[in-house]
């Protein structure tokens, strides 16, 4: 199998303060983990690309230093969202690819941030 | 102009009947092609990738027109638990999968 866990599901906290999500693969090593944002009833929209040891590539329009990416290990990557308000309320997803297996991205359950 | 476009929707739809929906993609170098769907509050899971020869799994047949830059997914016979939004998604250059913003899709009994 190809399982990815993001840790925590849910978390609410208070505008000002910054929080970290993690995102792992549990049974393989990924290559490269990707971090996406969902508004509602919108789509997925990438944010950033994240390669093991090296800086992450953000897509336009997205801010690196709010959204700080690190992929220190190939089963581990982590995006805190600092100094976060309620406009970052939304769903955070992360996906993981395999090594020699370059289209598929294997996708972590998704964790939803409420800035109160 | 979006990369990736999908029909509004929603489709509210009785069981057992055929439903198709349309994608079309800007970047004529795109690579993969795919359909994901979506339950609400849950993340994307893979439903199809689509091949250039068009493909079928039961129900599910995704078809691929690159001269007119469109996928396309049909639900046959839709069930109950096909209820959910469906994502169309396209790989370009370096990896990155861009979606389209997804078709929600509602069978009524």
């Known amino acids: 199998g190809a399982v990815v866990s993001q840790h925590p599901s849910w978390v609410i906290c208070k505008s000002g303060t910054s929080v970290k999500i993690e995102c792992r693969s549990l049974?393989?090593?990924?290559?490269?983990m990707f971090w996406y944002r969902q508004f509602p009833k919108q789509s997925l929209m990438l944010m950033a690309t994240?390669?093991?040891?090296?800086?992450?590539?953000?897509e336009q329009g997205v801010e690196k230093d709010k959204f700080l990416i690190n992929h220190a290990s190939l089963t581990l990557s982590t995006l805190t969202v600092t100094s976060a308000h309620p406009e970052d309320s939304s769903f955070y997803i992360c996906?993981?690819?395999?090594?020699?297996?370059?289209?598929?991205?294997?996708f972590g359950p998704g964790t939803r941030l409420t800035v109160l | 102009r979006k990369e990736v476009e999908q029909d509004p929707g929603p489709f509210n739809v009785p069981e057992g009947a055929t439903v198709a929906f349309n994608c079309t993609y800007s970047?004529?170098?795109?690579?993969?092609f795919f359909w994901y769907r979506q339950d609400c509050r849950k993340e994307p899971k893979l439903l199809m990738s689509?091949?250039?020869s068009g493909n079928e799994d039961g129900r599910f047949t995704a078809q691929l027109n690159r001269a007119s830059q469109y996928i396309s997914l049909l639900i046959r016979d839709s069930k109950l638990s096909d209820s959910a939004t469906y994502l169309c998604?396209?790989?370009?250059?370096?990896?990155?999968?861009?979606f389209g913003q997804g078709t929600e899709l509602s069978v009524k009994p």
């Open positions: 996906s993981a690819s395999k090594a020699g297996e370059g289209d598929t991205q294997y």
């Open positions: 049974d393989f090593q990924a290559t490269t």
């Open positions: 994240s390669n093991e040891g090296s800086k992450a590539t953000y």
């Open positions: 970047n004529s170098a795109s690579q993969s």
């Open positions: 689509v091949y250039s």
């Open positions: 998604a396209v790989k370009s250059g370096g990896g990155k999968l861009i």
